[in-house]
């Protein structure tokens, strides 16, 4: 079982308004899909993000694989 840690979209109304959750993902999965476990959330109109750091180097000590945006926006969070 390869895991994932990627973006969950669930601001669906209103449009254009997108926001998103941190969570771990079997790689399998599809974006909507259940998830194991919810680290954060992230608001891209307002740019507001925030991430559970303990969980996110645990799952990333596992083996766990982030996407681009999630690296990005930790690093970002760290500087």
């Known amino acids: 079982m390869s895991v994932r840690i990627r973006l969950r979209r669930i601001g669906k109304n209103p449009k254009k308004k997108p926001h998103f959750r941190f969570t771990v993902f079997d790689g399998k999965r599809g ?3 259940r998830f194991i476990e919810e680290l ?14 303990e969980r996110f180097e645990y799952w990333v000590s596992k083996g766990a694989q982030a996407s681009q945006t999630i690296k990005s926006l ?3 969070q760290k500087a």
Do not use: A, E, L, T
């Open 31 to 33: 974006r909507d899909s």
């Open 40 to 53: 954060g959330f992230y608001n891209p109109v307002s740019g507001v993000f925030k991430i559970n750091k």
């Open 74 to 76: 930790v690093k970002k």
